[in-house]
């Protein structure tokens, strides 16, 4: 089973930030939390992983609960190509790497 | 960088053939590939681990003789749907990992597959 769960779906206003959730409460010491978004028909496409700090990188910011039980995804400019479905996945940095997939944020950027 | 292809981007068979799907990571050495099946409007379901040259590790369910994996080289897995049905149709999804590098998976395009 998925050791993420997140909200089925949200809608954004174009330009402004999009921050989707994330709850992992069970998450082990051990444990990344990864982002990943699926636009329609397509493979999923990496955005952002940490650890227990927050991360930036040039698609998203990441931001960690001290506790590390959730997480937030920030988009900080929503376009419309941002329609996506997002995905947050916990996994640990060794071990068999596998990845599963909980059924995601569906976020729909509107005009 | 880190760029997966997958081929046949779509296939149509007839029931009771084969069909191989092909995952390539273009730009880097996979020593790790994974093999995903999506239905519509569902998230992605995790069928098999593949090691480079070692037997693939099949999730709880997955039928190993009707789907083939092998993982030949560093670049290069392949999955093959043998004796293909209806049901088998799906949109399939490779991933690979980087080797000795970044433990994140770059996901192929997906490979629509359509069983008549």
């Known amino acids: 089973d998925a050791k993420t769960t997140q909200p089925t779906s949200m809608d954004c206003a174009e330009g402004r930030a999009a921050n989707l959730p994330c709850n992992h409460s069970t998450i082990s010491g051990n444990e990344y939390v990864y982002w990943y978004r699926q636009i329609h028909s397509q493979g999923p496409q990496y955005i952002i992983h940490g650890l227990k700090n927050n991360e930036t990188n040039e698609m998203a910011s990441l931001i960690i609960t001290e506790d590390r039980k959730s997480s937030t995804l920030i988009l900080p400019h929503a376009t419309l190509r941002d329609t996506a479905v997002y995905y947050c996945?916990?996994?640990?940095?060794?071990?068999?790497?596998?990845?599963?997939f909980g059924t995601g944020t569906r976020l729909k950027v509107l005009a | 960088g880190a760029v997966v292809s997958q081929h046949p981007s779509r296939v149509i068979c007839k029931s009771g053939t084969s069909v191989k799907i092909e995952c390539r990571s273009l730009d880097f050495q996979a020593t790790t590939m994974f093999w995903y099946r999506q239905f519509p409007k569902k998230s992605l379901m995790l069928m098999a681990t593949s090691n480079e040259g070692s037997k693939a590790t099949y999730e709880q369910g997955v039928e190993k003789d009707k789907f083939l994996i092998n993982h030949a080289s560093l670049t290069l897995s392949t999955l093959t749907v043998t004796s293909a049905h209806p049901e088998d149709s799906s949109f399939y999804i490779c991933s690979a990992k980087l080797a000795g590098g970044p433990n994140e998976q770059y996901f192929g395009p997906g490979t629509r597959l359509t069983v008549t």
């Open positions: 996945i916990v996994r640990a940095l060794s071990g068999t790497y596998k990845y599963i």
